[in-house]
């Protein structure tokens, strides 16, 4: 494809990643409305860049044909939560929304990947209308506390910038420092439910 | 109501309209990506301001448990055209949407309001997803050209500024430049318009 | 130059932009909170698209080595106007700001162009802080009523889309349309003189 | 003063957190543009709420007439960055800035609270265009780490929660959350500095 043709490949990618935001983020205003806190920290959003699809369709042999289904990941949103049990409050509330469709839920925060990696990941499909009628799209929405998010800027930035190369003492030493950073998440929670419980005595 | 309940209120009739900004940009996005000319020039959005609300359930003897049918401009929507017959092709593709459901037109085009007003309003049923569930939302959308939104404009602030009370012979000078205003919109559509046929020439 | 260089250059110009509109709009909620009213409608503002740079080089035959002191409409910022007086209200205010050095003044809204273009060019130096230091960048602030906007929108959305290429009985019917258009911006000033005056009585 | 008066009062710091986010966000493109990496993460700001200053002026007893030069963070901007020594970079590029004077530097980073909170504060010196004339406001530039931020918010919802008021032991655990947070911020900066031996051996 051409570039030309990318940019209108990619208008309802964008068209879901902005009402996305506006719907999270609204979320969270109704939130701070009722009770004065919200699980829902700051949402963002972005289109993948094309020469990352284009790198990514290689190193998966994904063909033209098939990116729509295969790559789930074109439109991405992003919720920070302060807490790690508000993952599963923002989980639950987009679970029961009529407005998308979940197909796939992956819980990388139980779970973390290998490079120690945590996040709530939920794979939706998003109807968008375009001028020929609607056009039904996957989006990724990432959901993460804070801590976690700390975590995978310095990853992704220390990957971007030195090319993924680098030795495998420091590799585990990230992973390490994502085990510690995962315990002063468990911490945050304990002291919360802590105080929680000296309040209501 | 006091102040915090109508902020409560009013919650989903702002999420209403940042999703219909959202959702009528990237119908100019799209168009401008396709052919580089978009019938929609620009869109604004508000939801009506608490006094402005309360002064016309007095007004129009508006019960308060009427409010969410009775108001059908709480959230409202404005697209700016350039041409005259951008509205009618906007006002189709609204029609084609599914996900807002039009409740009733009203077209003020054609029929212009006694003061000279000129807009096509259009009532919707929005869907917001709100904390415990689906809620329907009435909003209006009004489409009109850049001169009929040079009109009401000015209209709007003469009557704000001056309280709407200013002598019959001026009203009657508004409604002539209102007509005049009109024709200058349809001079614009046949000039375009007989572009078109020297070019196809 | 390749793209990469011009995303480079146009850095400050986008920076010069984003803070220009800013700081305009910022007038506009300063006179609502005052009074209610204000000689700011809305404001817009872009950066020139580098393939219009590049074409408008060759027309005026600019050399590369001369574009920041010979173009200054590279960084472009538009403040819209409910009434003709109101435009020099808003260039009165420009002028006795701080942050920016006026260094030329076009008045096409009382001498307008042969084409029937009515606004005020106001040229400006203005400073942005750069990481390397500051850097002085030249913008343009077109000022204008909604109704030259009207004119001006559709004349330039007529070029656009035809090449410039049309015939010349359009050409005057244009031009006529913005006598028209102009008569009517200044009805509209009438009406508001004589509702003032009205008043007062 | 009323509600009335309290917004007038407050236009000025809003249209100061305005300029001062576009500006610092304006910083970050520029490292992007230029490295594809920037020490600034994101960059948030806010007026504080009304409630905030008058509580703030009882407990600190500030008369209403040294608000100006006693309250410096009413105008509010929070900048965000990866690593620690990220932190001192955009100080220095803070430093250096001829659109805003440094009127003091708090390095709460190295010098923390007895709380545990870490984060360098500068307050500065802005002058913004008001209808009648430049007026210069006091801001507050807090930069942090995202790890900072992390134990910042909590330990802030923590207090609005539960209104300040909770056990010794937990404030403690608290603040040892907080050695620990810190610690792992070293071992990110520690972990990227060793990369970048490693690469250039």
């Known amino acids: ?42 949402v963002t959003g972005r289109v993948k860049p094309v020469d990352s699809i284009t790198e990514k369709m290689v190193r998966r042999q994904v063909d033209e044909s098939r990116i729509e289904q295969d790559m789930q990941d ?33 819980d990388y925060v139980e779970n973390e990947k290998p490079s120690g990696y945590r996040s709530y990941h939920i794979v939706v499909e998003y109807p968008v209308q375009m001028m020929n009628g609607q056009k039904k799209i996957l989006a990724e929405i990432q959901v993460r506390t804070l801590e976690m998010n700390f975590w995978a800027t310095i990853e992704h930035a220390l990957n971007y910038k030195f090319d993924g190369e680098f030795p495998e003492d420091l590799r585990k030493r990230l992973k390490i420092a994502s085990v510690k950073s995962y315990e002063l998440d468990k911490e945050m929670s304990d002291i919360k439910k802590e105080i929680m419980k000296s309040q209501t005595k």
Not at 3 to 23: C, H, I, S, T
């Open 1 to 42: 494809r051409m570039v030309e043709d990318w940019n209108n490949f990619l208008v309802p990618y964008q068209q879901a990643v902005d009402e996305l935001k506006v719907k999270l983020r609204g979320m969270r205003t109704q939130f701070m409305r009722t009770s004065g806190v919200s699980p829902i920290e700051f």
């Open 74 to 106: 074109i439109a991405g949103v992003r919720v920070m939560c302060q807490f790690v049990e508000d993952i599963y409050t923002v989980v639950d509330l987009l679970r029961k929304r009529t407005d998308m469709t979940i197909i796939e839920e992956r």
